[in-house]
């Protein structure tokens, strides 16, 4: 009953640029929180940035100073601006949403959007 829709995913040279976008919809209740993952073929899916409602941001060591998340609250979406991508960024972007269910959290997820990054 809930839907995150992401957009934004492509591909490009290294050094480009490119920005995920994600809107979250349908029974929602409140988002703690939003992010982006992503997983390259054959790996784990690790966190690339976070962003709380509040507005605390954490970011992965391996995007911090190129990577920027912002969140609309309002709209319940998530932005993830990519800079100076390197081809070891590439991989399947997933966008999460951290939802208040009862008296705990719930994950989802988006689909899933490709990032290709070429030397």
């Known amino acids: 009953q809930v839907q995150l829709v992401e957009s934004g995913g492509g591909s490009v040279q290294a050094g480009g640029s490119l920005t995920l976008s994600c809107a979250a919809s349908g029974s929602i209740s409140s988002i703690n929180a939003m992010a982006w993952y992503r997983q390259a073929p054959g790996k784990q899916r690790d966190l690339v940035a976070r962003?709380?409602?509040?507005?605390?941001?954490n970011y992965a060591d391996s995007v911090k100073g190129r990577f920027t998340i912002s969140r609309d609250n309002a709209k319940n979406a998530v932005y993830l601006q990519m800079t100076s991508l390197e081809p070891e960024d590439r991989g399947v972007y997933y966008c999460?949403?951290?939802?208040?269910?009862?008296?705990?959290?719930?994950?989802?997820w988006g689909q899933g959007t490709q990032v290709t990054v070429s030397s």
């Open positions: 999460n949403a951290a939802m208040r269910w009862y008296s705990s959290e719930r994950n989802y």
């Open positions: 962003i709380t409602s509040a507005g605390s941001i």
